[in-house]
């Protein structure tokens, strides 16, 4: 099978057992950094010594064939240098054509920086969404905000330290200076921190520069009372766009609140009611 094992994000006392177990008995590792896992395997003390493959986003396309056909015959470990594989990391089209062929996919669960970040930011955790890294280029990075700025659901980033100050003031521009986060650093390492404030404040203070390794933790946008009126308006604008009556009214009362059977009947009735067409 393939079995992707999550590492340490930082402490390497949350190694588990059975993550110790498997690198005692695997034969092969493929893995983010080579280098990175034979001085991981050198540390949590492991005497085995499992072939490593490297396993990176420059090769895992040629490579994914192989360890998929590998893994019919023995267990192929994927990690990454920390967290879950394929998580904004290496591993994700391996797991892609072992599902289409059949080959068994199963995980060693374990640290994960997005749902530890998620845990210690004080923001709502019943609902969020994982957006990895935000875009590079500053147009890219402006139109992806954008579509982000109505979103509910608490958000996770992750960021470059050197991207930091200008990632956050961008934020804050999208979703307003006042919107709350969350900026967290060397998440279970010596000098972790959690620090907690309106986006306009942290774009602020991450201005004289931030090292470590980054999640950022942002608060969904604040419920907005919206008439029913208002509501009903918007459902029949998008059929007259083209939309489908009850598709239009399934979106439009997810992102108000409304009863979708609610926005359905009234829209029903508003038609019933137009004036027809004698032409």
Known sequence: MILLAATPIGNLGDASVRLRETFEQATVIAAEDTRHTAQLLRLLEIENRPELIAL??????DRAAAL??????????LVSDAGMPTVSDPGFRVVQLAAEQGVTVSAIPGPSAVITALAVAGLPTDRFAFEGF????????SRALAALATERRTLVFFEAPS???VSLADLA????ESRPAAVCRELTKLHEEVRRGPLGELAAWAEDGVRGE???VVGGAPDTEVSPESALTEVLQRVAEGERLKDASRAVAEATGLSSRELYAAALAVRATAPKDTK
């Open 163 to 165: 991207r930091l100050a």
């Open 56 to 61: 990176h986003d420059h090769n895992e396309h």
């Open 214 to 216: 980054i999640v950022v």
């Open 68 to 77: 998929v056909e590998r893994a019919r015959d023995e267990d192929v470990v």
């Open 134 to 141: 935000l875009p590079r280029k500053a147009g890219e990075r």
């Open 173 to 176: 521009t999208a979703f307003g």
